[in-house]
């Protein structure tokens, strides 16, 4: 199992509402002085609350972002509507 630890050089973490598409940037090195680095992602996931729509859901982004900082191919696209018939 992934632990905070093994994300801390090279990834961010961010956490997604799947019922209103929210999307948070986690602050990776506060969960580590927090919860400790071998706390595991699969626990973490367990815990997502949306703070806007005041849903749960256990969506977790984890995105390479290399030693520079920078997002690589980090996307998220909101779901999009199928159109009606009167459309």
């Known amino acids: 199992m992934q632990t905070l630890q093994d994300l801390i ?3 961010r ?3 997604v509402c799947e019922s209103c598409q ?3 940037a986690l602050d990776l090195p506060r969960l580590v002085e927090t919860e400790g680095g071998n706390y595991r992602i699969d ?3 367990m815990r997502l609350f949306c703070q806007e729509c005041r849903t ?3 969506a977790l982004r984890i995105v390479y972002v290399g030693v520079q ?3 690589s191919g980090f996307h998220y696209a909101r779901k999009t509507q199928a159109p009606t018939e009167s459309q």
Do not use: H
């Open 43 to 45: 626990r973490l996931r």
């Open 56 to 58: 749960r859901s256990q």
């Open 9 to 11: 050089t090279a990834f």
């Open 22 to 24: 929210r999307v948070a």
């Open 69 to 71: 900082g920078r997002a």
């Open 13 to 15: 973490l961010y956490a």
